[in-house]
C-alpha cells in the first residue's frame, strides 16, 4: 500500500484555506489524541480505480488520518471494496489494523475537515490542485469513482471540464475526453445509507459497472 505524498498531491503542512487551518488547530486542542491535519490519499501508487469523496469526517479521517477510516461512512465503502476484490479485509478502523488496497486508491476533494462537514466553494477550488495532480498520475484506463455532488464537480474542476457538460447522477458513467471513464454514486454517509438514498444494492451495482469496465 502506497501514499501519494509529495507536495503536488498532498501536504501535511498545508494551510491554504485560513478557515480551516484554524479549525483544525481548535479541533487539535480539542481533541490531542486526533490526526487533526489534512487527510492524506491512501492506496494504490497506480490504482485502475480512484474513489474520491468530500473531506474528512470529526471522528472518522480527521481522528486517524486515513480517508473514510473509524467513521460510519467507511462501513458500506470497505465492505464493499473489500467484496469486489479492491481490499484485503472489509473494515479499516486505525492506521495499524493491516489494512491493504489492491488496484484501488482513497482521497477527498477536500484534504482538511472542514466544520459541519461543509466545505466552501473557495475551499474546494484552493484544493483542487492536490486532486489535479492525482488525477494527472493516473493511467489512461483508469476509472474515476466520485462520490457525491461535491466530489463530482470537483473532479470535473480538476479536469478541466465544465460540470454542465456531465451532470452527477447516481450510477451515470460518464465517458470524458480521450476515453477516460467517470463514474457518480451517491455518498455512502450515514443520512444517505439509513435514509435509503443509497442501499448497499445500490452501491454493489456501482461497483460491479466498474468491475466490468476494468475486465473489458
Request: glycine share 8%.
Given at each position: 500500500?502506497?501514499?501519494?505524498?509529495?507536495?503536488?498531491?498532498?501536504?501535511?503542512?498545508?494551510?491554504?484555506?485560513?478557515?480551516?487551518?484554524?479549525?483544525?488547530?481548535?479541533?487539535?486542542?480539542?481533541?490531542?489524541?486526533?490526526?487533526?491535519?489534512?487527510?492524506?490519499?491512501?492506496?494504490?501508487?497506480?490504482?485502475?480505480?480512484?474513489?474520491?469523496?468530500?473531506?474528512?469526517?470529526?471522528?472518522?479521517?480527521?481522528?486517524?488520518?486515513?480517508?473514510?477510516?473509524?467513521?460510519?461512512?467507511?462501513?458500506?465503502?470497505?465492505?464493499?471494496?473489500?467484496?469486489?476484490?479492491?481490499?484485503?479485509?472489509?473494515?479499516?478502523?486505525?492506521?495499524?489494523?493491516?489494512?491493504?488496497?489492491?488496484?484501488?486508491?482513497?482521497?477527498?476533494?477536500?484534504?482538511?475537515?472542514?466544520?459541519?462537514?461543509?466545505?466552501?466553494?473557495?475551499?474546494?477550488?484552493?484544493?483542487?490542485?492536490?486532486?489535479?495532480?492525482?488525477?494527472?498520475?493516473?493511467?489512461?484506463?483508469?476509472?474515476?469513482?466520485?462520490?457525491?455532488?461535491?466530489?463530482?464537480?470537483?473532479?470535473?474542476?480538476?479536469?478541466?471540464?465544465?460540470?454542465?457538460?456531465?451532470?452527477?447522477?447516481?450510477?451515470?458513467?460518464?465517458?470524458?475526453?480521450?476515453?477516460?471513464?467517470f463514474m457518480d454514486s451517491y455518498h455512502c454517509s450515514r443520512y444517505n445509507t439509513q435514509t435509503r438514498r443509497l442501499t448497499e444494492a445500490?452501491?454493489?451495482?456501482?461497483?460491479?459497472?466498474?468491475?466490468?469496465?476494468?475486465?473489458?
Open positions: 500500500m502506497a501514499h501519494m505524498n509529495n507536495t503536488s498531491t498532498f501536504d501535511l503542512d498545508c494551510r491554504r484555506c485560513r478557515r480551516l487551518a484554524s479549525f483544525l488547530d481548535t479541533v487539535r486542542e480539542e481533541y490531542p489524541d486526533y490526526h487533526a491535519r489534512p487527510v492524506a490519499p491512501v492506496g494504490d501508487g497506480s490504482p485502475r480505480l480512484l474513489i474520491v469523496g468530500l473531506a474528512p469526517g470529526m471522528h472518522g479521517a480527521n481522528a486517524t488520518g486515513r480517508p473514510f477510516t473509524g467513521d460510519y461512512a467507511g462501513i458500506l465503502l470497505y465492505k464493499t471494496l473489500y467484496e469486489f476484490g479492491f481490499s484485503n479485509q472489509p473494515t479499516s478502523t486505525h492506521l495499524d489494523d493491516g489494512l491493504a488496497l489492491h488496484d484501488c486508491r482513497i482521497t477527498n476533494a477536500v484534504k482538511c475537515l472542514p466544520p459541519q462537514n461543509k466545505p466552501q466553494g473557495d475551499e474546494i477550488r484552493l484544493c483542487n490542485s492536490y486532486l489535479s495532480a492525482e488525477l494527472q498520475q493516473l493511467s489512461e484506463d483508469a476509472i474515476i469513482l466520485a462520490l457525491g455532488t461535491v466530489a463530482h464537480n470537483a473532479v470535473l474542476r480538476a479536469l478541466g471540464l465544465r460540470a454542465a457538460s456531465y451532470p452527477f447522477a447516481h450510477g451515470r458513467e460518464h465517458e470524458l475526453p480521450q476515453g477516460r471513464r445500490m452501491f454493489h451495482e456501482v461497483f460491479a459497472q466498474i468491475r466490468k469496465r476494468l475486465a473489458a
